[in-house]
């Protein structure tokens, strides 16, 4: 109720308040949207479908633009469409249980529990190839962790640390993986999206030549401190009854269909792929290798995208199903589309350059040196972040901005926008700041303490990796 006052209280004062000097009523008005808007997805009184939508509407209702057509076109944005086509792709993925399979590929039973972590750790890793969410992957390797800990923490007195330190990997470390690629989740393609409309186009390959190396290094120390963080041990070892039970051990399967002789769905599973998951494989590599292609000759990313999604959802295969569809994550493609809708209203009317020239004014950015405007720019995006439950959102809502301030004092804006990602991305203060971390939150042993200290422990990791490759790597290769 707080959320629909203090929503409702800016809009009305935003109409009825006389227009204040320097702004004509169009800029007050986009103002008075965004913050109500601004307000209503923080504190969601209502889902964000509904207040995105809303948003929309105000901004024609209220006379900011002149068309409905006008106010909606950030929903004509591709990045609607290829989120949307990326997230069916993952359902794809889960559907024919291709995740699960490659889980028991990847994992192995280990003698201790630091290298049991590094085979976590890595299959997360493996796994986010094929998998663009952070949370399904977290959700994947949940009873996993949860066998392996009861192993070497039968007590479940939680001394070894693995399953504090693996519950941390899976919500903190787990999403890292997602920057690695343009097409790894949302967050990479909301900064994709802005880098290619406000600085430079930027192409599949383009990204991962970028982003990889930064992102494989940031995981690794992140992973490596989630078990110094932790304090694993490393003496507890596997006896074999154990280690067979572990290596059977059924992602997806009830308790009881483990023991000493693999069952026979797992078994029959974990020895070769199904029709399905074969035909999942193949379009999967298909729609890569049309990314990779399609950096060179310039198809655009989406249509390699749409294809598959078309190709999984056909009569004969079936593997993508209206069900699907219905259970996607529409609140946050709609929040998307709506940010994207709002800010264009803004720089329509001009907004943006008041907000810009307020926050010059407020903050003495020609006075700082370039490393210190950086330093303030990514920290005003952590700041932002704390805020939002996705890291996405977040973005949407703030690197426009910053990419802005970057262009009015020389800033490399492409360097900046990846260093945004990196941080934004690796900083988890509240459980509500990423699923995933909810996710582990839920089923693990973390505390709020753990994931605040060690949410500050990844984000100053990323600090260090994004100072490195800005000074040393980027040059290089951009």
Known sequence: MVGLIVAAGILVVG?????????????????????????????????????????VALLFALGVVDSFDV????????????????????????????????????????????????????????????MPSAMARAVTFVPVVKRFAGTFEPDGDGEGGFERAAFLVLGHVNPIASMALMTGGGMALVTSEIVTTTVEPITWVDWAVLMVPPTMVLYAAA??????????????????????QLETADVGLPPSATGTETPPAADAEKASLTRDQRLVVLVLCGTIAGWVGGSFVGIPMVLPAVAAVTALSMPSVGVITTDDIAETSWGIIFLIGAMLSILDALQATGAIELV???????????????????????GLAVGIRTLFSTGSAAIVVTLPIILELAAAFEINRLFLALTVLLVVGSTTILPF??????VSMDQGPLSNRDIATFGLVTMALAVVVAALSWMVYWPLVS
């Open 71 to 130: 106010a909606a076109t950030g929903f004509t944005s591709t990045l609607v469409f290829f989120l949307l086509s990326l997230l069916l792709l993952g359902d794809a993925v889960t559907n024919v249980g291709l995740d699960r399979w490659l889980a028991r590929r990847l994992l192995s039973a280990e003698s201790t529990p630091s290298r049991t972590l590094q085979s976590v750790s890595g299959s997360v890793l493996a796994l986010a190839l094929v």
């Open 356 to 378: 810009i020239g307020v926050l010059t004014r407020l903050i003495p950015f020609a006075a700082l040196t370039d490393w210190q405007l950086v330093a303030v720019l990514v």
């Open 15 to 55: 109409i009825l308040l006389p227009t204040l000097p320097s702004l004509s009523v169009a800029e007050q008005r986009a103002l008075a949207v965004f913050l109500s808007t601004l307000v209503l997805w923080l504190t969601r009184p209502v889902p964000y479908v509904v207040s995105s939508l809303l948003s």
């Open 223 to 244: 992973a490596v401190a989630a078990g110094h963080f932790a304090g694993i041990g490393s003496q507890t070892t596997v006896s074999a009854g154990d280690s067979t």
């Open 433 to 438: 700041n990423t699923t995933a971390v909810l």
